[in-house]
């Protein structure tokens, strides 16, 4: 026999499986208080720059290297879509640590007070989506802490506000 | 720098997007192997040796203490670095600074990575804070998001991606390590290849490969020992970002343009693509290739895409970006940072082969990208 | 070398088993929130305080790739250099030092953060063995480190009391660090009678889980003495990469620790490392390896480390104190583990260890492992003059 015998690459599956605890800290837990027990959005002013750190905020304004202090700040939930893609690419699944399918396009969202905020959009339809379209946020009815989690996702509210 | 260093060997792997033939070890040595090869040196001639990737793609905990037998650092000191996608430059950047240091002499240092294990979309995703894991779609979600802001603020057209792309195959083609080498030819080839998120294709967006990639780094006083072909690491400059909302493209100043105003004016650059012969930019999707064009001065904000309608960066161009086919070629992410650096030495010494570039190219610099959009430079003579 | 480099301030966090009350950066902050207010330095790029940041961390504890995202707010890295070592805290300190050597800045600030609560250490671990052949065999680093025990003990004849000695000696010193997560009095039976993890380890023998960080300003020798006017000078410092399959190493012996001293003691001018040294901060993980890793050092000879510690040598009042801080046995997080011994070191030769302080202290050793049984060992000689 002279044929060469076809080279078998053996392989061996194995699922990597470790389950996080992380802790949200004095200020994203108060974040996520907010958003469950209010149905609101907050951020942190920094006395330094005035920049609102939102959806992270810390103890430190790492833009300018200065301490927050307690100047928190009620953001409203109602914005504008600047960036969005549609479907096609599969999305992180907390609670499983797979990758799933993507239901709704995700956004990027410039809030009305200025932070932004990455959510997905209820509207599926891409011929309805424009970038400048007014979204506000549908918030979960019974919130459960889990803070981006608590709202289900933003409404288009009104037409795009670009001139 | 304190002392002056030189790369005296260069190793490269064959990339693909599986290499079920050797494992990370294999993988490794094979890079190794090469390096040493190239500077005609033996692994007991190496002091030290850095082995540098991002764990979580591989699925390993601890990579470089896996590797020992592969990286050839039983028995010798070293270490393991990690900057999510500037690895491979970090690492290369540790190098230069233990032989700066007057420490080591000679190190070696290694990136690489095995990406058809694991999920790479997954691990990327996995870069977003716990809390909000579940609203990121990976780096593709951002990038796709910065092509469409190109195109609404810059006359640049789906054509010019396209353009960026088959200048990319063109250098693969001829370069023997590169992963995707597709034969493409007109921007039809390349818009027949599928939508994975609105603008992006596809083959506007890096693969996921396999591979590896090593460095010698050696001291002035060996370097001209080892080699009559050393290139001389004139400078580099680390800068990174906070992730902004707006991570990739958008109207703010970035980490792009901090480093290289930084280093231009430490190094006496005052018209970039005159004082620098050609240029490896880290480039995952073709629109940001055409951003770091304008990020890194080389042509005026929004005017990125002319200097690829002119063809300027094309291996006979004016300036010649990514003659080795760049990132959308080739990116098995913890070596790519580092395969800039090499591809940038090789075109110093004109031993790039069949994509050396016409330009004489006596300076060349060299980008890594990751993170939150943090940057590299390493900036490469052929003589000091 | 031609010009060194110093220790300018150094900061740990109060160790604790379970910081549920902080993100991982937020408890790296405590840490540079110290140095920060002891030196009164700033993270600014005129060359008057702080030029660029080195971190540490593991992205299988944060369960975060590119974990020093977390510690990114807080340590000035927003349009400046910043660069991750992925190994023992003490790693850190020793590429931040090459870092200012090489002349690309005087001023770094080094911080390393674990919050080895966040996720099963034991499935962490899990992951750093070869994921063929080790992995399965559900091995973690307490299993592998039992191996390694029972190898070295029976070779030396060490025995499990001499072991427990080193936990008595450790929690009793953890009671004069503020920083402790875990003094205690015990004796050596407590030790023996406590639940046997896996053979022969008990649980008082091994450290236990632990959340923290550990920061420091580093500085090269003109502006560290302008910084501080107690600068401490890293004198030598190596490391070395062990095997990595159990196998192939003789688990009773640990050359990579034994040439990482060598080239430290070389650099730092030792030749004597028993006389010369006049306090010694080891990494022991587990009760075995404060032995193990003292004859490793050279600090006695091979098989010897349970009879100076019978003696009373390495006790505070002895020859050659070891660990008055508590070392990793009172709790330490893993990563943070080697730095804080470095922390523990300067504030020795600074005189400011309280009472823990080894009185007169001129020279000290800080040593950190890394991996599997110590397979990155790390030798740090420092010194105040």
């Given at each position: 026999?002279?044929?060469?015998?076809?080279?078998?690459?053996?392989?061996v599956?194995?699922?990597?499986?470790?389950?996080?605890?992380?802790?949200?800290?004095?200020?994203?837990?108060?974040?996520?208080?907010?958003?469950?027990?209010?149905?609101?959005?907050i951020?942190?002013r920094?006395?330094?720059?005035?920049?609102?750190?939102?959806?992270?905020?810390?103890?430190?304004?790492?833009?300018?290297n200065?301490?927050?202090?307690?100047?928190?700040?009620?953001?409203?939930?109602?914005?504008?879509?600047?960036?969005?893609?549609?479907?096609?690419?599969?999305?992180?699944?907390?609670?499983?640590?797979?990758?799933?399918?993507?239901?709704?396009?995700?956004a990027?969202?410039?809030l009305?007070?200025?932070?932004?905020?990455?959510?997905?959009?209820?509207?599926?339809?891409?011929?309805?989506?424009?970038?400048?379209?007014?979204?506000?946020?549908?918030?979960?009815?019974?919130?459960?802490?889990?803070?981006?989690?608590?709202?289900?996702?933003?409404r288009?509210?009104?037409?795009?506000?670009?001139? | 720098?304190?002392?002056?260093?030189?790369?005296?060997g260069?190793?490269?792997?064959r990339?693909?997007?599986?290499?079920?033939?050797?494992?990370d070890?294999?993988?490794?040595?094979?890079?190794?192997?090469?390096?040493?090869?190239?500077?005609?040196?033996?692994?007991?001639?190496?002091?030290?040796?850095?082995?540098?990737?991002?764990?979580?793609?591989?699925?390993?905990h601890?990579?470089?203490?896996?590797?020992?037998?592969g990286?050839?650092?039983?028995?010798?000191?070293?270490?393991?670095?990690?900057?999510?996608?500037?690895?491979?430059?970090t690492?290369?950047?540790?190098?230069?600074?233990m032989?700066?240091?007057?420490?080591?002499?000679v190190?070696?240092?290694?990136?690489?990575?095995?990406?058809?294990?694991g999920?790479?979309?997954?691990?990327?995703?996995?870069?977003?804070?716990?809390?909000?894991?579940?609203?990121?779609?990976?780096?593709?979600?951002?990038?796709?998001?910065?092509?469409?802001?190109?195109?609404?603020?810059t006359e640049?057209?789906?054509?010019?991606a396209?353009?960026?792309?088959?200048?990319?195959?063109?250098?693969?083609?001829?370069?023997?390590?590169?992963?995707?080498?597709?034969?493409?030819?007109?921007?039809?080839?390349?818009?027949?290849?599928?939508?994975?998120?609105?603008?992006l294709?596809?083959?506007?967006?890096?693969?996921?490969s396999?591979?590896?990639c090593?460095?010698?780094?050696?001291?002035?006083?060996?370097?001209?020992?080892i080699?009559?072909?050393?290139?001389?690491?004139?400078?580099?400059?680390t800068?990174?970002e906070?992730?902004?909302?707006?991570?990739?493209?958008g109207?703010?100043?970035?980490?792009?343009?901090?480093?290289?105003?930084?280093?231009?004016k430490?190094?006496?650059?005052?018209?970039?693509?005159?004082?620098?012969?050609?240029?490896?930019?880290?480039?995952?999707?073709?629109?940001?290739?055409?951003?770091?064009?304008?990020h890194?001065?080389?042509?005026?904000?929004?005017?990125?895409?002319?200097?690829?309608?002119?063809?300027?960066?094309?291996?006979?161009?004016?300036f010649?970006?990514?003659?080795s086919?760049?990132?959308?070629?080739t990116?098995?992410?913890?070596a790519?940072?580092?395969?800039?650096?090499?591809?940038?030495?090789?075109?110093?010494?004109g031993?790039a082969?069949?994509?050396?570039?016409?330009?004489?190219?006596?300076?060349?610099m060299?980008?890594g990208?990751?993170?939150?959009?943090?940057?590299?430079?390493?900036?490469?003579?052929?003589?000091? | 070398?031609?010009?060194?480099?110093?220790?300018?301030?150094?900061a740990?966090?109060?160790?604790?088993?379970?910081r549920?009350?902080?993100?991982?950066?937020?408890?790296?902050?405590?840490?540079?929130?110290?140095?920060?207010?002891?030196t009164?330095l700033?993270?600014?790029?005129?060359?008057?305080?702080?030029?660029?940041?080195v971190?540490?961390?593991?992205?299988?504890?944060?369960?975060r790739?590119?974990?020093?995202?977390?510690?990114?707010?807080?340590?000035?890295?927003?349009?400046?250099?910043?660069?991750k070592?992925?190994?023992?805290?003490?790693?850190?300190?020793?590429?931040?030092?090459?870092?200012?050597?090489?002349?690309?800045?005087?001023t770094?600030?080094?911080?390393?953060?674990c919050?080895?609560?966040?996720?099963?250490?034991?499935?962490?671990?899990?992951?750093?063995?070869d994921?063929?052949?080790?992995?399965?065999?559900?091995?973690?680093?307490?299993?592998?480190?039992?191996?390694?025990?029972?190898?070295?003990?029976?070779?030396?004849?060490?025995t499990?009391?001499?072991?427990?000695?080193?936990?008595?000696?450790?929690?009793?010193?953890?009671?004069?660090?503020?920083?402790?997560?875990?003094?205690?009095?015990?004796?050596?039976?407590?030790?023996?009678?406590?639940?046997?993890?896996?053979?022969?380890i008990h649980?008082?023998?091994?450290?236990?889980?632990?959340?923290?960080?550990?920061?420091?300003?580093?500085?090269?020798?003109?502006?560290?003495k302008?910084?501080?006017?107690k600068?401490?000078?890293?004198?030598?410092?190596?490391?070395?990469?062990?095997?990595?399959?159990?196998?192939?190493?003789?688990?009773?012996?640990?050359?990579?620790?034994?040439?990482?001293?060598?080239?430290?003691?070389?650099?730092?001018?030792?030749k004597?490392?028993?006389?010369?040294?006049?306090?010694?901060?080891?990494?022991?993980?587990?009760?075995?390896?404060?032995?193990?890793?003292?004859?490793?050092?050279?600090?006695?000879g091979?098989?010897?480390?349970?009879?100076?510690?019978?003696?009373?040598v390495?006790?505070?009042?002895?020859?050659?104190?070891?660990n008055?801080?508590?070392?990793?046995?009172?709790?330490?997080?893993?990563?943070?583990?080697?730095?804080?011994r470095?922390?523990?070191?300067?504030?020795?030769?600074?005189?400011?260890?309280?009472?823990?302080?080894?009185?007169?202290?001129?020279?000290a050793l800080?040593?950190?492992?890394?991996?599997?049984?110590?397979?990155?060992?790390?030798?740090?000689?420092?010194?105040?003059?």
């Amino acid at each position: 026999m002279t044929e060469k015998p076809e080279e078998e690459f053996i392989g061996v599956n194995i699922v990597s499986d470790i389950p996080y605890d992380w802790a949200m800290g004095p200020y994203s837990g108060r974040l996520f208080r907010e958003m469950r027990d209010n149905k609101k959005l907050i951020g942190i002013r920094c006395p330094g720059c005035k920049r609102i750190l939102f959806p992270l905020p810390e103890a430190v304004c790492g833009w300018c290297n200065t301490k927050v202090a307690d100047d928190w700040v009620e953001l409203r939930d109602t914005g504008t879509v600047v960036q969005y893609t549609v479907a096609g690419m599969p999305v992180f699944d907390n609670r499983t640590g797979r990758l799933k399918g993507a239901e709704r396009p995700l956004a990027n969202v410039k809030l009305d007070d200025g932070p932004y905020i990455m959510h997905w959009l209820e509207e599926k339809d891409p011929e309805k989506l424009k970038l400048g379209m007014r979204v506000q946020a549908v918030w979960k009815e019974q919130g459960r802490g889990r803070g981006y989690e608590d709202i289900l996702y933003f409404r288009t509210i009104g037409e795009s506000s670009n001139d | 720098m304190a002392n002056r260093v030189a790369i005296v060997g260069v190793g490269l792997t064959r990339q693909a997007a599986r290499r079920p033939e050797v494992n990370d070890p294999e993988m490794v040595n094979e890079a190794a192997r090469a390096a040493l090869a190239d500077a005609q040196l033996e692994i007991k001639d190496i002091e030290a040796v850095l082995t540098n990737c991002i764990d979580g793609f591989d699925g390993i905990h601890l990579t470089d203490h896996w590797l020992v037998d592969g990286s050839g650092s039983y028995m010798k000191p070293g270490m393991k670095l990690h900057t999510g996608g500037t690895v491979g430059a970090t690492g290369a950047i540790a190098a230069f600074n233990m032989v700066a240091s007057g420490l080591f002499d000679v190190v070696l240092t290694i990136g690489h990575q095995k990406q058809e294990r694991g999920n790479t979309m997954g691990t990327l995703c996995a870069a977003a804070p716990g809390e909000m894991r579940e609203f990121v779609q990976g780096a593709i979600g951002a990038f796709a998001q910065a092509a469409v802001q190109y195109m609404a603020n810059t006359e640049a057209k789906l054509e010019h991606a396209a353009m960026v792309r088959i200048k990319a195959d063109r250098g693969a083609c001829r370069n023997p390590y590169a992963h995707l080498r597709l034969g493409l030819k007109t921007p039809e080839d390349v818009a027949k290849s599928p939508i994975l998120i609105w603008p992006l294709r596809l083959l506007d967006f890096c693969p996921q490969s396999c591979g590896a990639c090593a460095l010698i780094v050696a001291s002035e006083e060996k370097a001209k020992k080892i080699t009559d072909k050393p290139v001389w690491v004139a400078d580099h400059e680390t800068v990174h970002e906070l992730q902004s909302e707006v991570v990739f493209g958008g109207e703010e100043e970035k980490s792009q343009e901090v480093a290289s105003r930084r280093l231009y004016k430490r190094n006496g650059i005052t018209n970039p693509i005159r004082d620098i012969d050609m240029a490896e930019v880290y480039e995952p999707s073709t629109w940001e290739e055409m951003y770091l064009y304008e990020h890194f001065h080389f042509c005026e904000r929004n005017m990125g895409w002319k200097m690829v309608e002119k063809g300027m960066t094309e291996i006979e161009g004016k300036f010649p970006v990514n003659p080795s086919g760049g990132v959308l070629a080739t990116n098995a992410i913890g070596a790519t940072a580092m395969i800039r650096i090499a591809e940038a030495a090789l075109q110093i010494r004109g031993d790039a082969g069949e994509h050396q570039v016409t330009r004489d190219v006596k300076t060349a610099m060299a980008s890594g990208l990751g993170g939150t959009n943090w940057t590299t430079l390493v900036l490469l003579k052929r003589s000091l | 070398m031609t010009e060194r480099v110093g220790i300018v301030s150094v900061a740990q966090t109060k160790y604790h088993p379970n910081r549920a009350d902080a993100k991982e950066g937020e408890v790296g902050w405590e840490a540079v929130e110290q140095v920060l207010n002891d030196t009164g330095l700033k993270f600014i790029d005129d060359g008057t305080g702080i030029d660029a940041a080195v971190s540490c961390s593991q992205d299988y504890r944060d369960g975060r790739t590119i974990s020093n995202l977390n510690i990114a707010p807080f340590i000035g890295t927003h349009f400046r250099c910043e660069e991750k070592v992925c190994e023992d805290g003490i790693n850190a300190v020793y590429y931040a030092m090459m870092h200012i050597l090489a002349g690309i800045h005087d001023t770094l600030l080094v911080v390393t953060h674990c919050k080895e609560s966040t996720a099963s250490p034991s499935l962490v671990e899990n992951h750093a063995f070869d994921p063929i052949f080790m992995r399965i065999l559900g091995l973690d680093f307490l299993i592998a480190a039992a191996l390694q025990a029972r190898r070295y003990m029976d070779k030396y004849g060490v025995t499990p009391e001499q072991c427990a000695k080193v936990v008595v000696k450790n929690r009793g010193n953890a009671k004069n660090n503020p920083h402790a997560q875990a003094p205690m009095d015990i004796t050596v039976e407590d030790v023996l009678k406590s639940p046997m993890l896996a053979d022969p380890i008990h649980e008082l023998d091994a450290k236990p889980v632990s959340d923290g960080a550990c920061a420091m300003i580093l500085a090269r020798e003109k502006k560290a003495k302008k910084f501080t006017d107690k600068p401490v000078w890293i004198m030598g410092v190596s490391n070395c990469y062990e095997a990595h399959y159990l196998g192939d190493r003789d688990l009773a012996e640990c050359q990579a620790l034994t040439n990482a001293a060598k080239k430290a003691y070389r650099m730092a001018g030792i030749k004597n490392p028993f006389k010369e040294i006049d306090v010694a901060e080891i990494s022991e993980n587990y009760s075995y390896q404060e032995l193990m890793w003292m004859e490793g050092l050279g600090l006695c000879g091979q098989g010897e480390a349970g009879r100076l510690i019978d003696r009373g040598v390495t006790w505070m009042s002895g020859e050659l104190p070891v660990n008055p801080s508590g070392g990793l046995l009172s709790g330490n997080p893993s990563e943070v583990a080697g730095m804080s011994r470095v922390a523990e070191a300067v504030l020795q030769l600074r005189g400011e260890a309280g009472s823990r302080q080894v009185p007169a202290a001129k020279v000290a050793l800080a040593h950190g492992t890394t991996g599997i049984c110590g397979q990155l060992q790390t030798v740090m000689i420092l010194g105040n003059e």
